[in-house]
Every structure is written in C-alpha cells, then in structure tokens.
C-alpha cells in the first residue's frame, strides 16, 4: 500500500471503531434493559411536554430558500479553498478575480437581504 | 514569514485578461449586477418603463462593443485571436452571436415591459434573468473550451428555467418552468457526459487541442469519441429543439409567459446553434463523415415532425413552437453541408429567425391578453376589423416564416438549401423544400383566420377584449417586421456580415 | 495494490447497490438516505485516485449541502412520511431497457478504450509529490490560469441561480 492510501488507513480504522463503538453501546443497551413497552412509553418524548399532532410537520418554503442559498454560498466556499492554499502565488491578480467573483455573488446577496428573504420571521 | 518560506512562493503564470475581448460580455453582465442592485436599493419604483428601457440601453452597449470587435476581428492585420488562456475565441462568429442574441434581449425586454405590468408582476427580476441568460448564450458562443460551452449553456438554462415559471398564478407557467427543467438537466447531464468522454478520447477540452489532436492522430478505436459526439449532440439538440429532443417545446412554449417565449425561442436556439456549429462543423471538421449522418437524420426528422405536427394544433402558440422546430431543422440542413456555405447560410437563418420569432411571439404576447390565455385560433378571428396593423404585422412575420420572397425567411431558405445542394445532400434539400410547403399551411391558416370568419360570429367578437397595442411592444413588432422586408430587399449586408462570420479554429497560445 | 483493489471492490459494491436501492425504496426519505451512501461511496473512490480536494468537495456540496436540500424539499411537499405508491409511472420498463442500452454502450466503449489501463499505481510517489500533482493546490493553479474563465462564469451562474431562487419562493 501506497505511503499516500495508508494515511487514509487511520480514517478508515477510526470509521470501524466509530461503528463499533455505536453497535456496543446499542447492543450492550438492548442486553440488559427490561422490555415493557405500554402505549405511554410509544409516544414522541418532547422534553416533557405532552406533544401535539403526529411527529412529521410539513416544513415552509422559507426554510428552502436558506437551504437554497446554503447551497450557493457553499459552492462558493469551494472556489475560495483553492485560492486561499495558494495566495501567494496568486498574488494580486488572483486577488482582483476572486474579488470579482465574491461581489457578483455579494450583489445576489444585496437583493436577497433587501427583498426580505433573510428575515427570520 | 521567514526567508525559506518566501523563497518558496513561486507565482504562476496568469493569463493575460484581454478585457476588451470580452467587452460585450462584460456589459451584459454589469447591466444585470446594476439593474439588480439599484432596485434592490431604490427606495422609491421607478418610473414606468424603466428597467426595460435600462436593459435596452445595455443592450444596445453590448452591439456596440460588438461592432468594435468586429471591426477588429476583421482587420485583416489583427485578425481573430484567443483570449484569457485560450478559454475563449473572438472572431466572426462570436461577434455575429453576441448581435444576435443581444437583439433578442432588447426585442423581449420590449415585449415585456408592458406584459410584466398587464399580468401584475411588474419588477427588475425578469430583466436580470434575461441579461443574466443571454449573458450564458454569449459566452457559448465565444466559447473555445467544452467546459465553458457548459458553464454557459447552463448559465442559459437556469435563469430560463426561472423565466419560465415567472407567472407564479398560472399553472400552466409553473408546469412549464417544471418540465423545462427537469428535462433540461437531464439533457445537461448527458451534454457533460459527452464532453468527458470527448476529454477521454482525445485528452482535452480546448477546441484547438482537440482538433489538433484529431488531425494529428489515427485513433485505433474511436468509440469512445463517437459515443462522445452522441451525447454532446443530445445535450444541444434538446437545446434546439431538434426532434427527438423536442418533446419540452410545444408545452414549455406554451405555458411560458409569451415574451419570455420569445427570448427562449430566440437567444436559446441562437445559442445551442452556436455551440453546434462551433463544435461539430468546426472542430470535429475531420470526423464529418461520422456525424454528417446523425446530423442529417436530426435535420429529417425536425423538419418533418415540426411542419406536419404544427398544422394539427389549434393553438397558436403551439403551432408557433412546432414550427420553430421545423426551423431547427432547416438550420441543421445548412449545419448538415458541414461547408463554409453551409455555416453562413445557417447563421443568416438563425438571423433572420430571431427577428420573425421574436415579432411572432410579440403579436401573441399582445392578442393573449390579460391572463395570458387567450391563445386559441379563434383569437385571432377578425383581427384584422379590430387591429388591422397589428394583423398585417403579422402576417409579413408569417409569410417569412413560411419562406414567400421579398421576405428574410425566403432568403435564408434559399441559403441553406442552396449548400445542401452544393453539398450534394439533394435527399436533404428536397424534404427541406417539402415540409416548407407542409409548413406553409399553418402560416397561412393563421393568416386567414385573421382576414376572415368573423362575419359569423359577429357576437362573440363584440365580447371580445380590444387588444391594446403599446408603444414598447409596438416598437419591438416594428423592428421585427422591417428587419424582415429590409433585409428581404436588400440582404447583402447580412449575407456578407453571415459570410465572414464563419467560425474559425485557433488554439491556445 | 491488492490492498486499493479490494477497497475499490468494497466502495463501488457499495455505490451501485446503494443506487439501485434510491431507485426501488418506497420511501423517498430512505431513497434521499440511500443517495448520501452512493455519494459518499463516489467520495472515498476520488480518494483512491487520490484526488483529495475533489473528495472532499464532494462531501461539502453534495452530502453536506445537496441531499439537505433534497430532504428540504421532502419535508416540504409530502403531507405525511412513510412507504408511498404512485413514485413510479407506466414507462418505466421502457426507461429501464433505455438505461441499460445506454449502460451497456458506454461500458463498452469505456472498457474498449482504459480496459488496459490500471488504477494510478501510488507506491512511487511520495506524498508532496502528489500533492503537488494532484492537490488542492494544483487545482488552484488550474483555476487561475486555464480555467479563469469558467470560473467567473461560475459566479453568474451562481447568481443566476440566487436571483431565480428567490423570484420563485417569493410571497405573493
């Protein structure tokens, strides 16, 4: 195995121990708990408070558009990695395009904020 | 920072940004970021009119820039060049398109002005998307890598998908802007997995490299590129409509908000045509005898299905959409000559048709009325008692339609067929020249409605609405219809201007 | 190398029957769920090709940003959540042999030609050797000179994309 694959050998080895520590304490639970189930102990735990209606809520469309937007500004971010690793070598000249770039998007933004999107009401 | 860490920063070679090159460009986009930013930031509405005269006035910047790159691209001491890193190209071709597509943004700007407020959707939005998507269609058309065709075409379809669903109270706009969409990312995907397969086959996405590459070497298997060319022309033939891509047309043409039918009907054909041409006529130059036989199957089957399928619809805008598709097929008869004539005689009819779609589209906009449903056959009964400019308007963009001389649609006909024949595509030009008499049908069919039958419903064309005409829409019908007989009359200016605007090949410096 | 083969084996075993099941779920949820195992599968591949940045974009945008948004739009749409009929139509057979015609041609003309060639052989190089090949940091280099612009296309698309966002989840 390549020096470069068995540095991700680690992530994989901390992904099977995630896992197995998960089924551990999962299965060590359902070992030792005694099953009584009755219709009280069936229904949604809301901190306490008796919960109303069924445990699905259709959601608004407002939170599509944050996930929408997140969406965008995460595509972003990605450009902005790059050019963040390396700013040196892009010096000014990649300051003024990723200038660009950030203020046509900063410009959506502007028009988001003033058409109230972004108000969480 | 310490010295060692200095030492190791070394700075790459950045291209040089030729902002002049991409003037057209640049104006386009900058006219949409203002347009956006000052009615997100005005405090008060502005006066009536203002943002479709705002996106005329860009418009009209962007043909500005444009004929001074044409003056440069034609220089023959300069010449076409290659700019920022080789990603995109300036000659002929590029320049011709920004044209075309800019007119299409002024004419549906025009068109729109009054609509938005008629339908009470009244806003900057539509006018951004529109620059914003002719914007993409610009930058296919310069575009000298596939990946910035797809940036662009996606750029395109995304602020159309948008325009499409803009009349958010009527269904059939909302179903549109669904359909358009999720057909249209479907045939985006297959566009971008023909370029990675194109990229595997000849290990670049750079215009020049690969025709380069293409001439340079004998693949032993060509599958991979063949395959490739299979799906780069399902992602642009869906863009132009070509059958069997076109079963989005009729609906989303229908359903859409009239004007923005006619920006689609128009910038986007423009655009897919101008990748196409620019991909396959001239890149792909050394495999024609690989995709001439696609191509010519596309051209048969749109300029059938368009033609026969238009004359069975009874609403008009349908008719309007299927016969656009008849036209993406007379346009892939000059793009099947794979010549030099070939190419020009498209570009004249891509041209021509922007103008008479836009203006056939722009009648529709106004006889539809408030509600924008109004689009039966039978609206058009007797038009010519209540509105007997409007009808004769029309009529002159119909007859160009339907290729009747003295017309651009005439012209344009004759072009492309004309480098079938020298092409030696006879089969081709003939089915041309048949399914433009079947067309012929549908024109005049709509033409003697608007002449006649009114006499017997003399009630029903009391009740009906008084079409207004306004000054805008009137403007962009005026355009329309004189750049049709002008250019009828007296093409060589167009002709010449199609004949060196035939694309050229250049790779990166 | 029997060591990359075998996790190549793992991972794409994992895709295709992680994407057969977003296909056959009565559940749009689990078929949302089912996705993120088939992106998060094409991810771990990216690094096997040891493209790290594109391992991780593909976390951050599609995982993190593009399956959220499809449960958004679940959430907003569906009344109640559980098995649903009606997810598939009448043509589906016909979309089912389309797919595999358009699957078996472009296995064919794939394997016709890379059936030869292998996955990157790693061992050689060392690891500043293929970050400097392959990193973030080359395709920062990328971006700056070959791909300028397309990346600035980008943001206008972005753009286009925000404005027509909000034009269509505005309140009337």
């Known amino acids: 195995m390549s020096e470069f694959l068995r540095a991700y050998l680690t992530v994989a080895v901390f992904a099977g121990a995630a896992g197995l520590l998960v089924a551990l304490m999962l299965g060590a639970g359902w070992l030792i708990r005694p099953s009584r189930p009755t219709a009280q102990k069936s229904i949604a735990y809301e901190s306490g408070v008796d919960p109303v209606g069924p445990g699905f809520g259709q959601s608004q469309v407002r939170y599509y558009i944050f996930a929408l937007l997140f969406v965008l500004f995460d595509v972003e971010a990605v450009f902005i990695f790059p050019w963040a690793l390396r700013l040196e070598s892009y010096g000014l000249f990649g300051l003024v395009e990723m200038g660009i770039f950030i203020v046509i998007l900063a410009l959506g933004l502007v028009y988001a904020w003033r058409k109230g999107v972004l108000r969480w009401v | ?509 | 190398m029997a060591a990359q083969n075998l996790v190549f084996a793992v991972l794409a075993v994992v895709a295709v029957l992680a994407a057969l099941r977003v296909v056959t779920t009565r559940n749009v949820v689990h078929a949302a769920l089912y996705l993120v195992a088939v992106l998060g599968s094409v991810g771990a591949l990216y690094v096997l090709l040891a493209a790290e940045f594109l391992a991780a974009v593909q976390v951050l945008i599609y995982i993190g940003a593009i399956v959220v948004l499809f449960l958004f739009g679940i959430m907003l749409t569906r009344p109640t959540l559980g098995r649903e009929s009606g997810l598939d139509n009448d043509q589906r057979w016909l979309a089912g042999i389309t797919g595999l015609f358009l699957f078996g041609v472009l296995s064919y003309v794939l394997v016709e030609a890379f059936g030869d060639e292998r996955l990157p052989r790693l061992e050689g190089l060392d690891r500043e050797a293929l970050t400097a090949e392959r990193g973030t940091g080359a395709v920062g280099d990328a971006i700056f000179s070959t791909y300028l612009v397309p990346f600035e296309v980008v943001s206008v698309l972005l753009l286009a994309a925000l404005v027509g966002a909000i034009v269509l989840a505005r309140r009337e």
Request: hydrophobic share 55%; glycine share 10%.
């Open chain 2, 1 to 509: 920072m310490t010295p060692a860490v200095i030492a190791q920063i070394e700075p790459i070679a950045t291209p040089e940004i030729e902002w002049f090159a991409v003037s057209p460009l640049l104006v386009l986009v900058g006219g949409a970021l203002v347009l956006l930013t000052a009615a997100a930031l005005a405090r008060s509405r502005p006066p009536r009119g203002f943002y479709a005269l705002f996106t005329v006035v860009t418009a009209a910047l962007a043909v500005a820039c444009s004929a001074l790159l044409w003056q440069r691209v034609t220089d023959p001491g300069r010449g076409p060049f290659t700019a920022i890193g080789g990603a995109i190209t300036i000659d002929g071709f590029s320049v011709f398109f920004a044209v075309t597509i800019t007119a299409a943004i002024a004419l549906g700007a025009l068109l729109a002005d009054d609509y938005l407020r008629r339908e009470g959707l009244d806003g900057p939005e539509l006018y951004v998307l529109m620059l914003l998507s002719g914007t993409g269609g610009v930058v296919m058309a310069m575009a000298n890598d596939l990946i910035v065709v797809f940036l662009g075409l996606e750029t395109l379809s995304i602020a159309l998908y948008v325009m499409a669903g803009l009349h958010l109270r009527r269904l059939e706009s909302q179903e549109s802007a669904i359909k358009y969409f999720v057909l249209g990312s479907f045939s985006s995907a297959f566009l971008l997995y023909g370029i990675a397969l194109v990229y595997g086959a000849t290990g670049s996405t750079n215009f020049g490299a690969i025709a380069g590459f293409l001439s340079g070497n004998v693949l032993a298997s060509n599958g991979l590129l063949l395959a490739g060319f299979a799906l780069l022309l399902v992602g642009l033939g869906f863009k132009v409509a070509a059958v069997p891509f076109h079963v989005w047309t009729p609906d989303v043409y229908q359903g859409a908000p009239t004007p923005v039918t006619a920006f689609m009907a128009s910038a986007s054909k423009a655009a897919g045509f101008a990748a196409l041409l620019r991909v396959f006529v001239s890149t792909f130059d050394v495999y024609r005898l690989d995709w001439r036989p696609l191509m010519w199957g596309l051209a048969v089957l749109s300029l059938l299905v368009g033609s026969f399928l238009a004359v069975v619809q009874s609403d008009v805008k349908r008719m309007l959409a299927y016969s656009s598709i008849s036209h993406a097929g007379f346009i892939l008869v000059g793009a099947e000559a794979a010549s030099d004539r070939g190419i020009a005689g498209a570009l004249f009819y891509l041209l021509a048709y922007t103008f008479m779609v836009v203006g056939s589209f722009g009648v529709a906009t106004l006889v539809g009325g408030r509600g924008d449903a109004d689009h039966g056959l039978s609206a058009y009964r007797g038009l010519s008692r209540r509105r007997p400019l409007l009808a004769l308007a029309f009529t002159v963009l119909l007859l160009a339609q339907a290729g009747v001389p003295l017309t651009s649609g005439f012209l344009a006909k004759f072009y492309v067929i004309g480098a079938a024949v020298e092409a030696d595509s006879y089969a081709l030009a003939l089915i041309a020249m048949l399914s433009a008499v079947v067309a012929a049908f549908v024109y005049l069919r709509i033409t003697v409605a608007m002449y006649m039958g009114d006499e017997t419903e003399g009630a029903e064309a009391v009740t009906r609405p008084a079409v207004r005409v306004p000054p805008g829409a009137a403007l962009a019908l005026g355009v329309a219809v004189a750049f049709t007989i002008v250019v009828g009359i007296l093409p060589s200016p167009v002709v010449d201007f199609a004949r060196d605007a035939v694309p050229v090949l250049l790779s990166a410096p």
